[in-house]
């Protein structure tokens, strides 16, 4: 398998694709990685160096791939983070460009905007390109619940509304949704649903809540997730396999006290999961 994953980069700690490449690779996937920005580490430290980059760029390497003649062999695009709507704009490109050559690929959006308690911390005019030409063009797409409300226009606060906002979202394109870190009205104290919905089926997966505060789990679980759907077409499983390796991911990170994602040495949770979280059907 092999899957064009465009996204931002770091060269100390994992985020972007410096937290959705390995995982992928430990699955046994062929990534190639495309770096919307190189920077330090990630801005959550308040100082970083790099450098952002623009459309054109990204367009000259999907250029350069396409030269090799691959693109046939490309089963999935995956994108995350879109440092401007040029940026985006290049990514839907390659996005098509890839779907043209292998009508049977995919294409994965994290569709990266705020978050629960911080807002909006893209740059202005994303979140609108994001609602507007990356999701309904997107088969799979990984919001978070700030991110489901934002696109779904509505709320998200009970069952019910979530509900109702995964199919809103469904109705802008995408066939696929999973969306991380949900809190409704029927989530326990302590706990963190994770809803994946396919438009005919919907599924929860429930883990403890940890005590821990990291960037770059959403990057992650968003590749875990786009791996096992596109090998199963099933939401539910692949629901159930990224939750629990994402699970496991946090727990080592957690107990190791560090402020990054213990990726390499937690890498065994991508293939064997130490603890199994089932996804019930609701």
């Avoid at 460009?97 to 994965?108: F, T």
Wanted: hydrophobic share 45%; charged share 15%.
């Amino acid at each position: 398998m092999n899957i064009l994953s465009i996204q931002s980069h770091v060269a100390y700690g994992h985020v972007g694709n410096a937290s959705a490449t390995f995982p992928m690779q430990r699955l046994g996937v062929e990534v190639w990685p495309i770096h919307t920005v190189q920077f330090s580490n990630h801005t959550g430290y308040g100082q970083w160096t790099g450098r952002v980059f623009d459309g054109p760029m990204i367009e000259e390497l999907v250029d350069g791939i396409a030269a090799r003649g691959v693109l046939p062999g490309c089963d999935g695009v995956l994108s995350g983070y879109m440092g401007s709507a040029d940026i985006g704009t290049a990514i839907v490109g390659a996005a098509r460009r890839v779907k043209e050559a292998n009508p049977r690929a995919l294409y994965c959006c994290d569709p990266v905007i705020g978050d629960v308690g911080r807002g909006v911390f893209v740059r202005p005019g994303v979140p609108e390109f994001m609602r507007d030409q990356a999701v309904p063009v997107a088969d799979v797409i990984t919001p978070n619940q700030f991110e489901l409300d934002f696109l779904s226009g509505m709320s998200s606060a009970t069952l019910a509304e979530a509900r109702a906002a995964i199919t809103a979202v469904h109705a802008l394109g995408p066939r696929v949704i999973l969306v991380t870190s949900l809190e409704t009205d029927e989530t326990p104290d302590g706990a963190i649903d994770l809803i994946a919905s396919d438009g005919a089926g919907l599924w929860r997966v429930r883990t403890p809540r940890l005590a821990l505060s990291v960037n770059g789990a959403g990057d992650a679980i968003a590749a875990l997730f786009f791996v096992h759907y596109l090998r199963s077409g099933a939401a539910d499983e692949a629901l159930s396999r990224a939750a629990s390796s994402i699970w496991g991911l946090l727990a080592f990170t957690a107990q190791a006290g560090t402020r990054e994602l213990q990726l390499v040495a937690a890498q065994d949770e991508f293939v064997r999961p130490g603890r199994i979280f089932v996804a019930d059907a609701l």
